[in-house]
């Protein structure tokens, strides 16, 4: 009668504190979605850092690449300039008219001034 009587009791303080305030689980279940949260947050944070570091790679090859191309056009550009001067030289000009067209200085009396 006394194992019954204290299962009764037992029985009757739990079913108090069920009533009285929330359990363990439930207290664990609500403790858990910030944690999860945080959690969740940290990684979009880590993901969003690793993205960002890899944009900052690719733009940096693509900066080296850029800059590269830059400097052989400008190199190109200096080469094109010396030949440019090259084939407009005077001199040289004189010479392919001699040469090739069979040019030569107009002798006095040929040149007319036109009014």
Excluded: C
């Excluded at 944070?45 to 900066?63: D, F, S």
């Amino acid at each position: 009668m006394a194992t019954a009587l204290s299962r009764k009791i037992w029985g009757l303080s739990l079913l108090k504190r069920s009533h009285a305030g929330p359990s363990r689980a439930s207290r664990r279940r609500s403790s858990f979605l910030p944690v999860l949260s945080l959690g969740l947050g940290l990684v979009a944070i880590a993901l969003l850092h690793v993205w960002l570091r890899l944009q900052v790679v690719h733009l940096g090859y693509i900066l080296s690449t850029t800059s590269k191309l830059r400097s052989q056009l400008e190199q190109e550009n200096r080469e094109l300039k010396v030949e440019l001067a090259t084939l407009t030289s005077p001199d040289r000009l004189e010479a392919i008219a001699r040469s090739r067209l069979g040019m030569v200085e107009p002798e006095r009396g040929q040149a007319v001034i036109l009014p």
